[in-house]
């Protein structure tokens, strides 16, 4: 994704944070627990900033596991949200490329569903001049599971109607989840770094209406303007609607997760 045309997309969930904060997917237990294992230690009392918080759905995760959070986000009406859904939670404004934090002071730094937004030239190392010796940071994102027919046939009619490019960062950081996990690390810019990859499947079941509002909420659907991205949806809640005729449909994602390791 260019610089131009990250800023414009990013600013877009501004206008539309309370639908993101009541449709968005959160995460499974096993991405946390995936974090703990690669990094070597709990969650429970570690100092974690997490970077490009939106509405704060991994930023209460954290807090369940008793970590020190603090929220980073740069966008006005996110901030809004958060402190609404959050209101006890450390709140800064800023963003992955230029940290609002001294040299070492934080154990863990996560980015879930914003990594994407940085410019890796500039985010890995603020990452790392942030982290206290051996430390971590991790980069996640729920993607879409194309294994799952429907969900392959939806992305499709995603992709026609809004362009290749400009989906790119629906799922994932852009990339397409590739089995190359070595392009992937290349791709986030932390070849050469301490790093681990996995790939954790979950599911949610929810009604059409959120399953709708979901896709509403991505940056794809928000640039476009309200009645073209209302006559897709409509069309896919008369497809859908079909299809799962009791209301509800399985979501079905594959969690992308990365842990770099800062040196001892």
């Known amino acids: 994704m260019s610089t131009a045309s990250r800023v414009p997309r990013a600013l877009s969930f501004n206008a539309a944070a309370g639908q993101y904060a009541a449709n968005r997917p959160s995460y499974p237990p096993s991405v946390l627990d995936s974090v703990e294992e690669i990094a ?3 969650l429970a009392g570690a100092r974690v900033a997490d970077v490009g918080a939106g509405t704060g759905i991994a930023t209460a995760l954290l807090l369940e596991r008793r970590a020190d959070v603090i929220a980073v986000e740069p966008g006005d009406g996110m901030a809004v949200q ?5 209101p006890g939670v450390p709140l800064v404004r ?4 230029a940290l609002p934090f001294a040299d070492a002071s934080c154990d ?3 980015f879930a569903q914003s990594w994407h937004w940085t410019d890796p030239e500039r985010s890995v190392p603020e990452a790392m001049r942030v982290l206290r010796p051996g430390g971590a940071l991790a ?3 729920n993607t879409d599971a194309y294994d799952v027919p429907w969900i392959a046939a939806q992305a499709k009619r995603v992709e026609r109607h809004c362009g290749a490019e400009i989906v790119g ?3 994932s950081m852009g990339i397409g989840r590739p089995d190359d996990d070595a392009e992937a690390a290349r791709l986030t810019g932390v070849t050469g770094l301490d790093w681990t990859r996995r790939q954790l499947r979950w599911s949610r079941v929810v009604p059409l209406d959120t399953h709708l509002a979901n896709i509403g909420s991505h940056s794809a659907f928000l640039i476009q303007g309200a009645e073209r991205a209302a006559e897709f949806l409509a069309d896919e809640r008369a497809r859908l ?6 209301g509800t449909v399985e979501e079905t994602y594959v969690v992308d997760l990365l842990v770099v390791r800062s040196r001892q």
């Open 82 to 86: 958060l402190r609404r859904t959050l």
């Open 94 to 97: 800023g963003d992955g490329n």
């Open 108 to 110: 863990l730094l996560t």
């Open 40 to 42: 070597g230690r709990p």
């Open 169 to 171: 960062d629906k799922n």
């Open 139 to 141: 980069l996640w994102w």
């Open 241 to 246: 609607a079909a299809a799962f005729p009791d």
